[in-house]
């Protein structure tokens, strides 16, 4: 059983470019969601979805995009990279409380 | 604004003694506080959470107990061991509708476990 599969685990951006990171999940869960967390900071909320076709913001979604549409994927859209993307990222799916996280994606942006 | 605070950015212990770690909060809405660890390079997992109409629960070596009116948590480790070693981040959840998915970390602390 994969769980949530994150990728890629690594990525240079240079300033302006775009990339998606890709995020599955196969425990059918409703509930998907991406933070990043910054060096020496807590996990900070980006986008969440309950459910397929449904998205909404957290805590910190400039410069981010979502879709779902499919239970399985919720891909992470930056459309104009910006050194203060440079971040950890996590995906994380959940049917209650407890979130299932991805390894992460290690982005650069320089 | 934080609403969920870990203060002490790392712990060290030696191993077979008690690790406390410790959170405190400020919404009074959160209903529901989880523990989570992780390891470098990897996803958190989930360790252990508390209910808000409980003070306490245990599983194994881990114990979480929580004081609402100080509006803080804490989670103990005993007997430590080298394999704790990792960043332990404090989570919570609010109960007020849209909000029921969401969880709010707190800043992590790494605790260090010397055999």
């Known amino acids: 059983n994969a769980g949530v599969t994150q990728t890629p685990k690594f990525r240079i951006l240079k300033i302006g470019q775009s990339m998606t990171l890709q995020c599955t999940q196969d425990m059918n869960h409703n509930y998907m969601y991406w933070y990043r967390q910054d060096p020496g900071m807590g996990l900070k909320l980006i986008y969440y979805s309950v459910g397929a076709g449904i998205t909404d913001k957290g805590e910190v979604p400039n410069g981010y995009n979502v879709s779902r549409s499919t239970t399985e994927d919720f891909p992470l859209r930056l459309e104009l990279a910006a050194p203060s993307q440079t971040s950890v990222y996590f995906c994380?799916?959940?049917?209650?409380?407890?979130?299932?996280f991805g390894s992460g994606t290690q982005l650069s942006v320089l | 604004d934080q609403q969920v605070k870990q203060n002490s950015p790392s712990l060290s212990v030696q191993e077979g003694r008690i690790s406390i770690l410790n959170c405190d909060y400020t919404n009074s809405m959160f209903d529901y506080f989880l523990w989570y660890k992780k390891y470098p390079a990897e996803g958190p997992t989930f360790l252990i959470s508390?209910?808000?109409?409980?003070d306490k629960n245990e599983d194994g070596r881990f114990t979480v107990f929580l004081n609402k009116s100080a509006k803080h948590l804490s989670l103990h480790i005993v007997p430590s061991q080298p394999g704790d070693s990792a960043v332990y981040f404090c989570a919570a959840r609010g109960n007020s509708g849209g909000s029921n998915y969401k969880l709010t970390f707190g800043k992590g602390t790494l605790l260090t476990v010397n055999p």
């Open positions: 508390i209910s808000s109409i409980k």
């Open positions: 994380a799916s959940s049917f209650n409380e407890k979130l299932f």
